[in-house]
């Protein structure tokens, strides 16, 4: 079982044993959220995503003592390892009447492929516009070497309700040695970071410069590559919510967010993580006449492909009084670092409990062939407020043709997903069992891998704000 499986999994079952009983209570604290989509991911001085983008984020619980605890999540690329899980518990406080905050920390870096967990601790101290923390690991990236960390930090409002923010950091310890590298000196290093900020739309806009003192010849020595510790320039995108359980529904315009940590990206009967867990989220604008647009991304695995971005535009709305709702949509598939790009149609009718929706695209995947989608789906309430969802699919067209296969017919299939779904506090559990008829051979040749065709059971958890 991979980290991310086992972080959700043991969130979800201290949620269901707790939250049912003391999520009402007083003095249970509080459950956060949060999302981001951002330029590269940026981490003491080094990008983390080879200077790709990266989707973000995480729940965290605060409970009114100052003990808290939290999960966070993103897209890396470190080669077969694309998801960095960290899950964290600590405490903060303020020294009486002071004004100088406090903060003791122990934090995990988990990954979902690779030997790279790390433990680390750290304390720090905030005053005014100022602040400063050091972090220590006894093993860094399981190099049984330790690693220190040291951090100054400037905040200011600015004019127009913008932000200033300056950091610089120290990286030094054993990890650092200068045997690793033919110089003269050891390679820990400074790196620095300013940033404007603002909220806009109901969105936190950052754009950052960032960087470091490695030498290319440090820099590749390191982490086994020259550009990811050049200077560049970050946008990020982001949105919070204090408190799950209640609405954000602060901006003008109406743009919402959602995060969700899943055991695995689950794709009309295929998994596109490699049975590996994943981060997701994006933001929707809605208006009153039906017309939304959207970006929505996720963590993949297609072999140097690890984030994907969907862009989507459509239009939704009712027939008359008939009770039918109808969509109509035009999906965008993007990819970092693979020519996978692709457009897809879509139309869909709702009424009652039913759904069914048709997709089609004239060039799957950059295939130059078609692929067409018909979904049917049927959810009801349960009691005790659990929800039921099935849906059954079927992919068919010249993308799934049968001279790629050595069989008797085209290689079209079906996928189907039966699961339940319940709102705890404020977030979403939902328990799904999923899969699709592919066989061995077809699922190696149409999606590289014969493992990622077979039924599985996913969990997710996740909140809309």
Known sequence: MNIIKESLL???VVSAVTIPIVSNAEGFGTVSANVALVTDYYFR???QTGNDGAIQGGFDWEHESGVYAGVWASNVDFGDTHLEVDTYLGFANTFGNSGVDYNVEFLRYNYNDANYE???VSVGLRYSYFSASYSYSDDWYNTDESANYFTLDFSYDLPLDHTLSLSVGKSFGDAYDKNKVDTDRDFDYIDY???VSKDLFGLTWDLSYVGNDLSNKECDAYVGGNSICDDRVILSVAKSIGDVTKSTSTSTLPISANVALVTDYYFRG????????AIQGGFDWE?????YAGVWASNVDFGETHLEVD???GFANTFGESGVDYNVEFIRYNYNDANYETNEVSAGLRYSYFSASYSYSDDWYNTDESANYVKLSFD???PYEVALSTTVGKSFGDAYDKDKVDTDRDFDYTDYKVGISKDLAGVNFDLSYVGSDLNDKECEIYAGGKSVCDDRVILSISKGF
């Open 118 to 120: 790390t433990n680390e």
């Open 270 to 277: 295929i998994s596109q993580t490699g049975n590996d867990g």
């Open 287 to 291: 208006h009153e006449s039906g017309i």
């Open 193 to 195: 970071k300013i940033g």
């Open 45 to 47: 001085g080094i990008s």
């Open 10 to 12: 043991s969130i979800a």
């Open 380 to 382: 009801y309430a349960l």
């Open 311 to 313: 862009t989507y535009l």
